[in-house]
Structure formats: C-alpha cells, structure tokens
C-alpha cells in the first residue's frame, strides 16, 4: 500500500537548520509530484513547497523562499526539505503528501490540499529559543 513516512523534525532554536525526509513506498516515486505542508496551532494547513516527479520544477510559498530548499532522490525513494535560518513562525506539523497525476501542477495550482491524495502522518519542527 501507498506510504509516506516523514522524519527528521525537532526543537531547535531561531537560525538553525533542520532537514526533513519524506520515505515513500508502495508505488513508484519517479512518477509522481510530492508536496510539502505543515499546519501550525489554530490555523489551516498550508503549502510550503512541491517538487515535480523528475526535479525539473519546485515551488515555494513566499515566506519560506531563499531558506528551504526540496529536493529528491527517487533512487532512494525519498524526498528532502532543507529548512535553513528557521524563525518561530516555522513551528508546525510538517507532511508530505503525494500529488494527484491528473492534476496539474503550476505556480497557482501546486498547493491546493485537494490535489494531493496521499499524506503522511507528520513530523513536529519546533523552533523556540
């Protein structure tokens, strides 16, 4: 069965880095678009940034562009958020969720949760001095 398993969240302080990892099995990774969302306390999920199946496209939302970065190895079946100079407003449950393939992915579409038919089951990332 489809699965997506997210790790490498913790509590670090503001400036700090942390890299996330998404493992995907149970299809194949190299066919599909993977997004990354997180939802904070009190507030709707939201998309953070997506990677097209062959890494030819990424997306990010505004606040987070010049500090993560998502990449994949489909090799490794895995997908990767590099979160660099974390600030507080970082702090969520981050998911990767695998994109629809009827879907298409552009710079208006790529974040729309509806689009997205299998998530994980999160990583906490806490960023607290």
């Known amino acids: 069965q489809v699965q997506l398993v997210e790790s490498g969240g913790g509590l670090v302080q503001p400036g700090d880095s942390l890299r996330l990892s998404c493992a995907a099995s149970?299809?194949?990774?190299?066919?599909?678009?993977i997004g990354w969302f997180r939802q904070a306390p009190g507030k709707e999920r939201e998309g953070v940034s997506m990677i097209s199946s062959r890494a030819i496209s990424t997306y990010y939302t505004d606040s987070v562009k010049g500090r993560f970065t998502i990449s994949r190895d489909n090799a490794k079946n895995t997908v990767y958020l590099q979160m660099n100079s974390l600030k507080p407003e970082d702090t969520a449950v981050y998911y990767c969720?695998?994109?629809?393939?009827?879907?298409?992915?552009?710079?208006?579409?790529?974040?729309?949760?509806?689009?997205?038919?299998?998530w994980g089951q999160g990583t906490q990332v806490t960023v607290s001095s």
């Open positions: 149970g299809f194949t990774l190299g066919d599909y678009h």
């Open positions: 969720a695998r994109r629809r393939r009827d879907r298409i992915a552009n710079n208006l579409t790529w974040s729309r949760i509806g689009d997205y038919d299998y």
